[in-house]
């Protein structure tokens, strides 16, 4: 639970972001970012374009360039200067007629934010659902496509998202150590495996011309994540990017390796054995079930969490719902909205997985590397996960932060 | 993410935790506490109970009475102050010569925390794992009985959790309306569902006797909980439950009302369709897909969480591993371990959904309460669960200030 | 010491601000603020015009109309949505020439931040001192006005600061129960005893001709603030407002009631003996040398601090400095600077001490209003401030809870 | 401002206290303590043994050794295990009998705390101020012990107190570059200039005679400070200090440098203008008016800050007050209170100045020392303040991390 009142997300690498739906824009500030990092505006625009509606038949008609204003932090040659990071992306094509001209500005929408809302505040934010909207998550994106650049500096990290199931149609063969983001984007579903997404666009789009909505399953790996990520007891590795991906819009699970699925077998067919990897002498595992993560602490392997998407509430049937009043009518959507959520998640769960990870290395940094690590006291901990590209050195704590300075 | 490193939980109402598995003891730190509630050592003790070991054959038999000591934070009546309850359990029975005799202390348990902690910290607390021991959440079980006071004093809300699967074997017909605390504790395994209950106890008797170790699913459910809770954007109820949830030992999936199931069904089929509730005029849904939250609000409808919990690492055949030298080498555990985690996890659970359900409230309080709501503006938002109580009230925000103050 | 890395203030009333003095312009984004409250953009610009640049020979030259955009978190009819207030101001005179064309961009000017800025981030940005330049106070005074805004509507509270002393010249009969912000503001020196003033001016225009420049002391008074806020034992009231006023820019000493001087005194004579109010029955202090302020918490007399600040760093007149190369030169600064800092600082402590008190308020409800109090518990404990309006009702926790109610 | 309800301190290294004078003991959890550090029960001890009480004719009588149990954190060698580390004093000379024998259960003392807790919590502790004992300070001195082992540790800093004034009596001619704890220890008023130390006994004595209390100046004094700590805008090192100090017991003012002094000169007279140190070639000030500190970050300077205490509240001497019932009524003390609190508040004083200097090294390796500062990017920034001791190198962020390296 961050301060404040629920608008800021981190510790050390804290974001705050701001906005309405149908508001003057939306943005984000970003504090305690390193300072003499270079950040152009095109690193953070990437991020945002694969996150804007309109990109396909598949995500919400709404058009927005989404074009990224960076206000602070930065010195002329891009610089970061360790001071906030204001960034602002201004709405354009709202269009809260569609929100007033019928009944969706006193009914209550099924399954939808803006009923408990009112319940919350007193008030409500009808067009366009306010600060529920989707479009909030603009700040995480542009605030996620720094943490990814700091991510990939510090150690090569990569965070991937992908589509992994659309109900009950999932991928097989997409190998976690190898999938790249220009795969995933090979296809509107952002699903790298080509037979899986041809069927889940078929369902998608059978459930779109229905006027109805569709959910799944985005599954995220990250690589080369140092061991040693994540502060028991509660603070845990799997608690916090919990938490993070569950504040996205629509999810309402979490897993982390196994997840559920894991709770069928037992210590013994769960458990993941150590050996030494023969190549670059590090402790490594023969399997990941635990995802990259034991004791809520990373152990070097590929990170691998599942976000479940439920289908969005608004849909353009008819539904039974109450008015503010307290008369019961019925409904059907009007507004502009994504008949599945999946494809327009894929940024917005890398950004949150990001975020975390750079929060966590900053506050490992700050408690556990404050002071040299002794090697003989660590002489090989845990493994490196860069398998094939001859890294032979170790990667936790101490020794990271050694290697770190051999760069 | 709470401040600090990771042993503080919550924002107002918020527990420190302290102690490893084989030190002087475990305890907690509860800060912000509402002062004049009357709390007795009795009702800390009545939940450490249900936690202890050696509760019976399929928990672990070490042997702890796990009696609690009550430092500060009340006057001599037994009423809080409002100042920290600070809360101590001693150490007994630790027998650390289990760890010390065999290789425990050199070789690494595979998907144990023991590793990964030793990435982190460059330093060991072999014996008992430490603080990556169950033991840590004596502190959580004892602060979540305060909360759970102050839950009952403030609505009559009520948080039971119980075993809903062990393996595939799941639970039928548990009404969540009505389950009670006395059916969940009616048999060693803490299944309200007495059929289930004893095909779960066979297959947990069979793993326990192959030294091997069993996992499952723990449900947990919240009555009466007003309608307003919960912080968007980031900290949205199911995102803060998540970390509570996750931030257990052995914790590897958390959903939220249907969760995974629910990405199956369209927005159609899974949204909640509102009606009046014709005998006490509140808003109320048909069905509760969303498992009581809406747009990481509380809607009023009952809260329904789930949380996996992998089989435990420590088990009794051999497995492959290597040492902290970085030797391949096999181990067989000893110690004493819960061969099903399940059982002693309820309190655990209920303790981190009643304490985050406190934190939610105050945090409530105190953004949306410092002023009344106008009840013209707000005459029915969100319905009361409470069906056969007579309860016509509102359960929203600013009236829930009110109809307290009649109480 | 709040979250992230030092750009954020409060806990759940909460600003984090943004922005260097010559990049795109500065704003703040305010968490947690209350639903429901009228908010326009003439009350922010208020106080924003108090602190802005060119104001008055005696302020900085640099010519800023200072007009506020906000971006988010009101309806269309001004109210508060509970949700995040984003404001922005842009820059517009910024002539970073006048810092380019000479050597401030290589020389350190003396106990000037750009030094330190330098060694703690390792990059500068140097025009008109990036984030340290009094620019950045922009965001503080524009949340300020919206936590004005909250205490007046609260309890008539009152947040009134003045200059009371320019070096040796301090001003006498200040009645602390009834000056106004017209007297402070009638004149430019903004000291509300007119002598006082007239000498200051006298002394800030010698100095001014001179290039140097001259520092002093603000006095801020806040009246009918409830007793019970502050949060012992390290969130005392007054050490929340001490660290709130020692963050803003050339701030070098805070006090609290008698301060400094009061440690020439005994305990006997010290001590503000009580009595009870013959018109309110209120339990009041005869004398007020605590400020308001016992233990760390709010008396329900008017509360008193004062602040000292230092001359500004930048002067006309040449000084000795090192280059960032490590080469004694002499500096003579140019830009536009304020002679006297003392008069454009009242906004900013008044805001620093406003946003201080709503969040104290916030978390005195969360803690200790979750539950009314018993009226046989506390029959009178500390007196209310308004003597002359006939309110005679108690001010404390429960009570103040109560006397809201009727409004 | 601290997360929770205000009995934490502290951003990564933080502590949270517990317990009040007349309970079951006091105590302090440390959270955040970096793993791998050697300490013993007697590096505690020895700071617990200046402040505990009974010390001398001048402090309070009340008896207790203090004698704390560290409770986890720790392994059997006494190496810090980056777990929190709990500690631990009973209380044992309560006499609650003082209290309860007279009226000190029912009229509310002048200026002391108890009033004020009554009208926030709405219920007592009153037998030895509860909370707002001194005693509740043993948890900030024993976690300040471990802060200045590991300053210590980090970069020879050292932080070092004394009374420099009672009442009008000041110190002359202490050197801030070389006093030491032995010379501030050899007196019993705790002042290293013997000459002002007799002349302030007398006064003490004095007063105390009298049923008296008195009141002054405690300095403190921080060397071997690296620049770059401190976080502006709001987290500025002087802020963080303020705070920190001004939540000491009876702390009523707080300067950084020459403080309210400073604002009687110019800008010209008050800068410190840079030289270059010809032995160590680093960049340093002539003068330090500043006390090691601007723009909110240290310089590497001496940090110098001053603390005034107020006289105790609690005298001999017969004060007029009011019932809880709301009477009129005349009191005089009883109980065992401190005639003077200076000499015991320098343990204090140095606990909360070495607390928030860990917490400022933590921040800044996890914001800015994430990656290697380049060093021709800074070539030669701020300067060592270690004269004599021959080091030449810098003590800025990238540098001192690079140094560290060396050691």
Redesign the interface.
């Known amino acids: ?12 690498f ?1 974001i ?5 739906s149908h ?5 984000v ?1 970003l ?7 270079e950040i152009t505006r095109e690193d953070i625009q990437k991020d945002l374009d694969r996150r804007r509606p309109g990109q396909s038949r598949i995500t919400t008609p709404r058009d927005e360039a989404d074009s990224v ?7 002329p040659e891009n ?8 960034m ?1 992306v201004r709405n354009k094509d709202q269009r809260s007629q569609d929100y007033l001209e019928n009944d969706m500005n006193v009914a ?1 929408r ?16 009808i067009a366009g659902g ?3 909207s989707a479009r ?1 998550t603009i700040g995480r994106v542009a605030a996620g496509a720094v943490a990814r650049k ?1 991510l990939t ?2 150690n090569g990290i990569e965070v991937l998202a992908y589509v992994s ?1 659309v ?2 149609i999932g991928t097989e063969n997409v190998d976690h150590d190898t999938f790249t983001m220009e795969e995933v984007d090979s296809n509107i579903v952002r699903c790298p495996d080509p037979d899986a997404a041809e069927k889940m666009l078929a369902r998608i789009d059978e ?1 779109r011309k229905a006027g ?6 985005v599954t995220c790996v990250a690589r080369n994540v140092p ?10 590795l ?3 990017l ?6 996205i ?1 629509a ?10 699925a ?7 067919d ?7 990897d023969p190549e670059t ?1 590090a ?1 490594r ?2 399997t990941n ?3 990259g ?8 392997e590929n990170i691998v969490i599942h976000v ?8 353009g ?1 008819k ?4 008015t ?5 009518v019925e409904l059907r959507g009007k507004g502009r909205h994504d008949p599945c959520v999946l494809p327009r998640a894929i940024p917005m769960v890398e950004a949150m997985v990001a975020l975390t990870l750079v ?1 966590a ?14 090697s003989q ?6 493994g490196s996960t860069e398998k094939g590209r001859g890294v032979s050195g170790m990667t ?3 020794n990271t932060r050694q290697r ?2 051999e ?1």
Chains 1, 2, 3, 4 share one sequence.
């Open positions: 639970m961050t301060m404040g009142t629920g608008n800021s997300f981190g510790r050390t804290r705050s972001t701001w906005g309405e508001g003057g824009g939306v943005g500030t504090d305690g970012c390193p300072p003499r990092i204003e960076i206000m602070s932090g930065l010195n610089v970061t200067l360790g001071t906030p990071i204001a602002l209550y099924p399954s939808h934010a803006d009923a408990t809302y009112d319940a919350k505040y007193g008030v409500r934010a306010g600060r529920s909030e700091i500096m510090y199931k109900q009950e459930i109805n909505s569709i959910g799944g399953v061991a040693g990520l994540g502060s028991p007891v509660f603070d845990k799997e608690a916090d919990a938490k993070a991906c569950m504040s819009p999810a309402k699970g979490f897993e982390s390796g196994d997840g559920f894991g709770t069928l077998l037992s210590g013994k769960h458990n993941d054995e150590f050996y030494i002498g402790t595992t023969k079930r635990s995802g993560i034991q004791g809520g602490i990373s152990n070097g479940a998407f439920k289908s969005t509430s608004t849909i049937q539904q039974a719902t109450v503010r009043e307290g008369n019961e929060d290395l900053m506050m490992q940094k700050a408690q556990c590397e404050l002071f040299p690590n002794d006291m660590q002489p090989n901990p845990m936790t704590g101490g770190i300075d760069e």
